[in-house]
Every structure is written in structure tokens, then in C-alpha cells.
């Protein structure tokens, strides 16, 4: 097999295994394993102009595995971790304030789209948080974290009038 002769199809017969075996490895994850290997396809897919012949391919194709899965490792510790049930709320006044229609028009007001939306389909609409992810378009991730950044305007907002009347 020639440079010219690679293609996707023979890469992913001949290295598919050997990627995915790589991934699960790195990433100490089946599902996980499965999506990069399918991620560092389309990248190979992108970059197979710039392969090199075959007696340097695999070294090729391990360094890009290598880099994708610690990315992969990286990024993971800067996201949330998503959790399946919002935690109940201590305070009392707080909660009370939250559920007052003039608080939470105003904590709405205050939100930018991106926040407002999921806000209002969770919140008042009451669908899970999968569903706000499939009717907006992203992941449960960017739900769970915009659902969070509301709820810290929320807070932040109400400190502010507690400030205010005391």
C-alpha cells in the first residue's frame, strides 16, 4: 500500500481495533472509547491528504490518538459532572423568595437567552433536563451548567434585595 493508496476504509480495517483498544486504555471507558475512536476518524478522515506512506502510518495515527484521549481526560475535569436530581435547598426564605412570580420574572428579566431558555422549559415547563437538551439543540451538560448559572443569578439576586431591606 502506497501513500497514495490509503484511504479511510483501509485505515479502519487495518487500525480500528488498535485505536479503540488505545482509547479504552487511555480513557478507562467503553463508551468513552467508542466516541473518540469515532472522533479520531473524522479527523483522520480530515487530514488523510497529509498521511504519511505506510511504514509511518501507525506512529501517525498513535500520536493522534494519543493527544485526542488526553484532551479527552483534560477537558473532562473542567466540565460538572451531571447529576440526575437538583439538591433541595436549605434556606427557607430563599426558597419562599424564588417562588414569589415578581422574584422569578425578574431573575428571567435579568438572564440572557441562552440562560432564559432552559430556565423556563426546566423551571416551568417542568420537562427533564434531556428533553430542554433536545429541544435546544446542545448537550445535558450545557443544560445542567446554564440551569446552574441561573440559579446563581437567582441567588445573586436575592442577596441584593436582602441587602436592600436590611
Same mark, same amino acid.
Given at each position: 500500500?502506497?501513500?497514495?493508496?490509503?484511504? &479511510?476504509?483501509?485505515?479502519?480495517?487495518?487500525?480500528?481495533?488498535?485505536?479503540?483498544?488505545?482509547?479504552?486504555?487511555?480513557?478507562?471507558?467503553?463508551?468513552?472509547? !467508542?466516541?473518540?475512536? #469515532?472522533? &479520531?476518524?473524522?479527523?483522520?478522515?480530515?487530514?488523510?491528504?497529509?498521511?504519511?506512506s505506510e511504514?509511518a502510518v501507525?506512529?501517525? &495515527?498513535?500520536? &493522534?490518538?494519543?493527544?485526542?484521549?488526553?484532551?479527552?481526560?483534560?477537558?473532562?475535569?473542567?466540565?460538572?459532572?451531571?447529576?440526575?436530581?437538583? %439538591?433541595?435547598?436549605?434556606?427557607?426564605?430563599?426558597?419562599?423568595?424564588?417562588?414569589?412570580?415578581?422574584?422569578?420574572?425578574?431573575?428571567?428579566?435579568?438572564?440572557? !437567552?441562552?440562560?432564559?431558555? %432552559?430556565?423556563?422549559?426546566?423551571?416551568?415547563?417542568?420537562?427533564? #433536563?434531556?428533553?430542554?437538551?433536545?429541544?435546544?439543540?446542545?448537550?445535558?451538560?450545557?443544560?445542567?451548567?446554564?440551569?446552574?448559572?441561573?440559579?446563581?443569578?437567582?441567588?445573586?439576586?436575592? !442577596?441584593?434585595?436582602?441587602?436592600? #431591606?436590611?
Amino acid at each position: 500500500m502506497k501513500k497514495n493508496d490509503l484511504s &479511510i476504509e483501509t485505515l479502519y480495517a487495518k487500525y480500528g481495533p488498535t485505536i479503540y483498544a488505545r482509547c479504552r486504555r487511555l480513557l478507562k471507558d467503553a463508551v468513552a472509547a !467508542e466516541d473518540a475512536t #469515532q472522533d &479520531i476518524f473524522v479527523k483522520l478522515m480530515k487530514h488523510i491528504a497529509s498521511a504519511p506512506s505506510e511504514d509511518a502510518v501507525l506512529p501517525w &495515527i498513535h500520536r &493522534i490518538v494519543t493527544n485526542h484521549c488526553l484532551n479527552v481526560i483534560r477537558d473532562s475535569k473542567r466540565r460538572a459532572a451531571p447529576v440526575e436530581e437538583m %439538591p433541595e435547598l436549605v434556606d427557607d426564605e430563599f426558597e419562599d423568595s424564588v417562588v414569589t412570580k415578581n422574584f422569578a420574572q425578574k431573575v428571567l428579566e435579568s438572564a440572557p !437567552e441562552s440562560i432564559k431558555a %432552559p430556565a423556563v422549559l426546566y423551571h416551568q415547563r417542568g420537562m427533564e #433536563q434531556a428533553k430542554v437538551a433536545e429541544t435546544l439543540g446542545c448537550s445535558r451538560r450545557t443544560v445542567l451548567y446554564r440551569l446552574s448559572e441561573f440559579t446563581r443569578r437567582a441567588m445573586k439576586l436575592h !442577596e441584593a434585595a436582602e441587602a436592600g #431591606q436590611a
